[in-house]
């Protein structure tokens, strides 16, 4: 145990000094259930296909969740800058330049998130096809594939302003 006391220090799982001092398990805790449950949600859908539709659409709906998650990963990289910058400038206690962050992370996720909704949206077809549905054991399923991928990126414009709110809000300690 003295070897692994050496190589690891206690203090590095600490924030701040004294009374301020947080944990980084209770900084990370939110965002880890946060990932845990978009992933949940995933593995429920995947169950109930299976279980009441008798394996007829787990194929279209997890293609058409791995495209989804490619499309919903560029939409959140807004978020996930909006994060970082906005930590640095509200530990710089600089309130006006967070506003004007905010206020930009929100506007640059809903273009970003249209561009890539649009763009997603007209190139539904050529997607899934590449991804696997040009298959003729499953070009049966295209029809039922598409109806999906249309609700999921149609969502996704309020999955990523979700995202960016909900980054800002852990940033102001909420």
């Given at each position: 145990?003295?070897?692994?006391?050496?190589?690891?220090?206690?203090?590095?799982l600490k924030v701040g000094d004294g009374e301020n001092e947080l944990s980084l398990f209770a900084l990370t805790f939110p965002i880890?259930?946060?990932?845990v449950s978009s992933h949940l949600n995933a593995i429920v859908?995947?169950?109930?296909?299976?279980?009441?539709?008798?394996g007829l659409f787990v194929i279209p709906v997890s293609l058409v969740?791995?495209?989804?998650?490619?499309?919903n990963q560029v939409a959140a990289l807004v978020a996930i800058g909006v994060a970082i910058v906005l930590s640095?400038?509200?530990?710089?206690k600089d309130h006006e330049t967070c506003k004007k962050?905010?206020?930009?992370a929100v506007i640059s996720s809903l273009a970003l998130t249209l561009l890539v909704t649009v763009l997603g949206l007209l190139?539904?077809?050529?997607?899934?096809?590449?991804?696997?549905?040009?298959?003729?054991?499953?070009?049966?399923?295209?029809?039922?594939?598409?109806e999906y991928y249309y609700y999921r990126v149609g969502s996704m414009v309020l999955?990523?302003?979700?995202?960016?709110?909900?980054?800002i809000l852990c940033c102001y300690g909420h």
């Amino acid at each position: 145990m003295p070897a692994l006391k050496k190589w690891f220090d206690k203090s590095l799982l600490k924030v701040g000094d004294g009374e301020n001092e947080l944990s980084l398990f209770a900084l990370t805790f939110p965002i880890f259930m946060g990932q845990v449950s978009s992933h949940l949600n995933a593995i429920v859908q995947t169950a109930m296909c299976s279980r009441y539709a008798g394996g007829l659409f787990v194929i279209p709906v997890s293609l058409v969740g791995s495209v989804f998650n490619v499309l919903n990963q560029v939409a959140a990289l807004v978020a996930i800058g909006v994060a970082i910058v906005l930590s640095i400038y509200l530990g710089r206690k600089d309130h006006e330049t967070c506003k004007k962050i905010a206020g930009t992370a929100v506007i640059s996720s809903l273009a970003l998130t249209l561009l890539v909704t649009v763009l997603g949206l007209l190139f539904a077809q050529p997607l899934l096809l590449f991804m696997g549905m040009s298959k003729p054991d499953y070009s049966m399923y295209m029809p039922y594939a598409l109806e999906y991928y249309y609700y999921r990126v149609g969502s996704m414009v309020l999955t990523a302003l979700g995202g960016v709110f909900s980054k800002i809000l852990c940033c102001y300690g909420h």
